[in-house]
C-alpha cells in the first residue's frame, strides 16, 4: 500500500500563494485516484480537489474553484495543489489522499479512502 507524505504548508498572507506536494512511496501511484482534504480547526474535514489517475479529470469544491489548481506527476510519484488567492478562510490543516479502488469523484468526496497523509498546516493571515 503506498503512503504519502505532504510538504509545503505555511504562513502566507492573504491573497498570496503556496504550491502543497504529496509524495507517494511506490510507483503504483499511477495506480490511484488522489486528491486533498482540509480541516480547519472545530470544523469537519472537507473535500478540496481531486485528479484522476491519468490526470486528465479534476474536481473542485465550489469554495476553491478557480483559485486552486490540482495536477499530479506520476514520472515523480507526485500531487500538487496549487492555491492561489489564498484567504484567511482557507487556513486549515491539509491532507492528501488517495484509493486504488475508487472509480468516481462523488465517491472520492465522500472521504472514506484508503490511504492518507499526516496532514501539513496552511495558515492564511489577513
Known amino acids: 500500500q503506498v503512503q504519502l507524505v505532504e510538504s509545503g504548508g505555511g504562513l502566507v498572507q492573504a491573497g498570496g500563494s503556496l504550491r502543497l506536494s504529496c509524495a507517494a512511496s511506490?510507483?503504483?501511484?499511477?495506480?490511484?485516484?488522489m486528491g486533498w482534504f482540509r480541516q480547519a480547526p472545530g470544523k469537519e474535514r472537507e473535500f478540496v480537489a481531486a485528479i484522476s489517475r491519468s490526470g486528465l479529470g479534476t474536481s473542485y469544491a465550489d469554495s476553491v474553484k478557480g483559485r486552486f489548481t490540482i495536477s499530479r506527476d506520476n514520472a515523480k510519484n507526485t500531487g500538487y495543489l496549487l492555491m492561489d488567492s489564498l484567504k484567511p478562510e482557507d487556513t486549515a490543516v491539509y491532507f492528501c489522499?488517495?484509493?486504488?479502488?475508487?472509480?468516481?469523484?462523488?465517491?472520492?468526496?465522500?472521504?472514506?479512502?484508503?490511504?492518507w497523509g499526516t496532514g501539513t498546516l496552511v495558515t492564511v493571515s489577513s
Open positions: 511506490e510507483r503504483t501511484f499511477s495506480d490511484y485516484l
Open positions: 489522499a488517495a484509493d486504488r479502488n475508487v472509480l468516481s469523484f462523488t465517491r472520492f468526496r465522500g472521504g472514506r479512502l484508503e490511504v
